[in-house]
């Protein structure tokens, strides 16, 4: 079983970025040597006159796809290793359309970009600095663009968890979308090759001997993923979850808890990649929960948050930290490298987070003192941020029935 980066939570690693540098060097090679150094052959595919773009990429999509799919059908590697990106359907439509203006005003794209500018093509340079510095300005806007609404986000319900698994779209399995996927690029070959042939003269491999071969290899490669086992109904590799000195190694280094005051942050920030679970008897979250946890109780917590395993972040908690911890190292133990614990649970974050400065046993500097106000503010305000339980509990919205913070003695 091949272990990724992503399965084994070392993409911040050096042998990460290593690797990631020379697949990079050899991505840009073949680029360059299939024409895409040129802005002018990139371009082209916009007037029909060159389609050596559709022709490259569908080729890299569909040799990928099928590499993928026999990866996993044959057992070298478990669908969990690999990071399926959510759908954010807003976002991409917008974002496509942004991208292909300025690809057809430009003639480049950022990958593109970056190996023309390595064949010292100063368009290509500007292009890439430009995109370099837009995507710098979006990333530091987008708390303001995702309060304006320009931007979705995660609490808005526009993410789209399609697909769950990798190669699953649509509710199809593997082998169905990937046969489909396959026909689609192979009328797409023939389909380039005739407009070439209209337009500009070209198509010299329509009806050739290349073409039908590919076509007929491409075909059969994806018709017999139907006689290999589904990697989706293969149980999960026991490899897959922490060993027992890699989790107590997690808890020595702090890597299994998270404070008060950086979970307040991250949701008041819009608690992007965050799942927040409540694991204490529904009366007890119905009467006071964090805004946005969903309530979900102990022994349904592997399934309930397998859409969320390695991806993002799951902070467990109670009114104390003992439940949480175990909860925490048995989904360790059953592969989830995200799951963490609330640091001294609800009651730790009522009285680090949501205690009124003026109750406070020493004064806050001003700043500090700011903060408790702004959580105050959204955690016992009266909006509701609704989250979609995958335990089919919807959550509430967080009530006002704070518990008491000065008791009568």
């Known amino acids: 079983m091949i272990e990724t980066f992503f399965g084994a939570d070392q993409l911040d690693t050096p042998r990460a970025m290593l690797a990631a540098l020379l697949i990079g060097l050899a991505f840009g090679f073949v680029l360059e040597r299939a024409g895409f150094g040129s802005s002018r052959k990139l371009a082209g595919i916009f007037y029909f006159r060159d389609m ?15 590499g993928l799919a026999f990866a996993f059908a044959s057992g070298w590697v478990a669908p969990d290793q690999v990071y399926a990106l959510p759908t954010v359907y807003k976002a991409q439509i917008v974002g496509g359309l942004l991208f292909g203006i300025g690809f057809v005003i430009s003639g480049w794209c950022p990958g593109t970009a970056a190996v023309g500018a390595a064949c010292a093509k100063w368009d290509a340079v500007a292009f890439l600095l430009g995109t370099t510095l837009g995507a710098v300005a979006f990333n530091e806007l987008f708390d303001i663009l995702q309060r304006l609404g320009i931007v979705p986000g995660a609490h808005t319900g526009e993410v789209i968890g399609e697909p769950s698994e990798p190669l699953v779209a649509f509710g199809m399995s593997p082998a169905l979308f990937a046969l489909l996927f396959t026909a689609v690029a192979i009328a797409a070959f023939h389909a380039a090759e005739w407009v070439e042939k209209r337009v500009g003269g070209g198509g010299k491999y329509l009806g050739s001997p290349v073409l039908k071969a590919l076509s007929i290899a491409l075909a059969i490669c994806a018709a017999a993923l139907f006689i290999l ?20 190694h997690a808890i020595e280094t702090a890597q299994d808890h998270l404070e008060p005051e950086e979970l307040a942050d991250r949701l008041v920030a819009g608690g992007q990649e965050l799942v927040v679970v409540d694991v204490r008897p529904p009366a007890e979250y119905a009467a006071f929960h964090i805004r946005g946890a969903l309530n979900i109780s102990l022994p349904d917590l592997p ?4 859409p969320y395993r390695n991806r993002g972040l799951i902070v467990l908690y109670s009114n104390g930290m003992t439940h949480p911890a175990q909860a925490r190292d048995a989904l360790a133990r059953l592969g989830f490298t995200n799951a963490y614990l609330l640091t001294d649970g609800l009651q730790g974050f009522i009285e680090r987070c949501l205690k009124p400065v003026s109750l406070r046993s020493e004064p806050l500097p001003p700043d500090e003192a700011a903060k408790v106000r702004t959580w105050r503010a959204f955690f016992l305000g009266n909006e509701s941020a609704p989250a979609a339980a995958p335990a089919g509990k919807a959550p509430s919205s967080t009530s006002d029935n704070l518990p008491a913070l000065v008791t009568t003695q």
């Open 52 to 66: 050596t773009v559709l022709r490259v990429m569908f080729t890299a999509v569909v040799t990928a796809m099928l």
């Open 229 to 248: 086992p589904d990697p989706l109904d293969a149980p999960a590799a026991p490899a897959a979850g922490l060993a027992h000195v890699e989790l107590l």
């Open 303 to 306: 399934e309930a948050l397998e």
